[in-house]
């Protein structure tokens, strides 16, 4: 009777076991995190959005955690603090080229990057071809460099070169000539306070290369690809929401943080934005193959990758498909009858 006992009292172990890490693993399922890239901006909105819409649709308790400059998100997915994070493209291709992270696109906040070289009106530049001989400010470790550099080696540019900080002071006491920067960010800036400036956008010179993405592991995909669906089409869901209401996407930015932003500044910014947040083809969260491969080549070009390197191993546009061709009209359709 003992034996039996004991044999009836370790299939019941193992049967509590076995619930136990089922539900560890629903838990894990609906209740995940996303590491931002940055502190709050813009690109936050979708996000923002997507606490809410996850819940109300599948849930799922999906929270956006802050960045900061003294963040890494790649080392927080890799360490699986955070599931899902928030990093430039080409943080994921580094990671995955020289450390095989496996890390994987499952969008983009911008399609392309929103990068722009700003100088003082005074400093009468108005081209690349103007940047010869100038002093031009570098933004160690940013998309800004690379666009930088691809730029220099299209145009045979020879120019001194000086790292610089993020504050603008520096620029603007005329310290340097050539200030890298972003169109919703640093122009938000200059405009703001009023200051006479020249832009030049890099596309115009045939450089143009991917902004931020949202990312995963590989892994992630292959074990919850019904979650990473989810998180996907709440997070589209959210800019598409933010889109058509650009004033109430600003409110609830505001909201997230009112202490650190201001309204005019970030309704500017956002205006600013918009052309970037919408996605490729006004498809929010999509970059084409095309525009990946042209991403591919300008990091060729500069030697950030070999000339074999195959970068649609970094991403994975299934999702983001999948949410503009089955379940955005569902989607669409619900919040219009219960919002």
């Not at 172990?13 to 619930?19: Q, R, T």
């Not at 813009?42 to 923002?48: A, K, M, R, V």
């Not at 002093?135 to 020879?158: F, M, P, Q, V, W």
């Not at 930015?253 to 500017?268: M, T, V």
Request: glycine content about 6%; some cysteine.
């Amino acid at each position: 009777m003992k034996r039996i006992a004991l044999i009836i009292l370790c299939a019941f172990l193992v049967i509590v076991s076995s619930c136990q890490k089922k539900q560890a693993v629903h838990k894990r399922q609906k209740e995940i995190s996303l590491i931002e890239g940055w502190f709050p901006w813009t690109g936050y909105i979708g996000g923002l959005y997507a606490e809410e819409i996850a819940d109300s649709l599948y849930g799922l308790q999906f929270k956006i955690v802050d960045g900061a400059d003294n963040i890494d998100p790649v080392q927080m997915v890799l360490s699986d603090k955070y599931l899902f994070g928030v990093a430039g493209a080409e943080a994921i291709v580094a990671a995955n080229l020289n450390t095989n992270a496996d890390l994987v696109a499952i969008g983009v906040v911008n399609y392309k990057s929103a990068t722009c070289f700003l100088s003082l009106k005074e400093k009468n530049i108005h081209s690349v071809k103007d940047f010869q001989g100038k002093r031009i400010g570098i933004l160690l470790g940013t998309e800004t460099e690379t666009i930088y550099h691809a730029l220099k080696k299209k145009n045979g540019i020879s120019a001194e070169e000086e790292n610089v900080p993020f504050d603008l002071q520096t620029f603007l006491l005329g310290k340097y000539d050539v200030r890298p920067g972003f169109t919703y960010d640093e122009e938000v800036t200059l405009q703001i306070n009023n200051k006479d400036y020249n832009i030049i956008y890099p596309q115009d010179y045939g450089v143009s290369i991917l902004g931020a993405v949202y990312f995963t592991r590989r892994k992630t995909i292959e074990q919850y690809p019904e979650l990473v669906q989810q998180v996907v089409s709440s997070i589209a869901l959210g800019w598409e929401k933010a889109l058509l209401d650009p004033d109430n996407a600003v409110q609830l930015l505001i909201s997230h943080d009112p202490k650190n932003l201001d309204e005019k500044r970030e309704k500017l910014a956002f205006e600013k934005g918009a052309e970037y947040f919408r996605g490729e083809d006004d498809r929010v969260l999509y970059a084409s193959d095309s525009s990946w491969n042209n991403f591919n080549d300008v990091l060729k070009l500069i030697g950030k990758v070999p000339k074999d390197f195959d970068i649609s191993t970094c991403y994975d546009n299934s999702f983001v498909m999948n949410f503009h061709k089955k379940t955005k009209p569902y989607l669409m359709d619900f919040h219009k009858k219960f919002n």
